[in-house]
């Protein structure tokens, strides 16, 4: 994924204020590799993502809502 989101490999809608849920993925992750869930606003209300016209949403300081994660097949074995 590089410092930048890339390709869209999922997408689902999340009603106003709902901001717990699963998206599925179009695609397989790969492990050690970096991606991003990015937020974007529904432009023309038809819960369908189009990354023409649903844009990026932003906070109040106009950052774009978005977070970089990293996947991982194998965790440490935690104890205690």
Do not use: C, W
């Not at 590089?2 to 901001?19: C, D, L, R, S």
């Not at 189009?50 to 300081?61: E, G, I, M």
């Amino acid at each position: 994924a590089g410092n930048q989101p890339g390709q869209v490999i999922g997408t689902k809608y999340f009603a106003p204020n709902v901001n717990v849920g699963s998206i599925s993925l179009d695609e397989f992750t790969e492990d050690g590799q970096e991606y991003y869930a990015v937020v974007h606003s529904d432009n023309n209300d038809d819960q369908i993502f189009d990354p023409a016209t649903d844009l990026v949403a932003n906070d109040a300081s106009g950052i774009p809502l978005m977070i970089r994660f990293r996947v991982t097949t194998t965790l440490p074995e935690r104890k205690g």
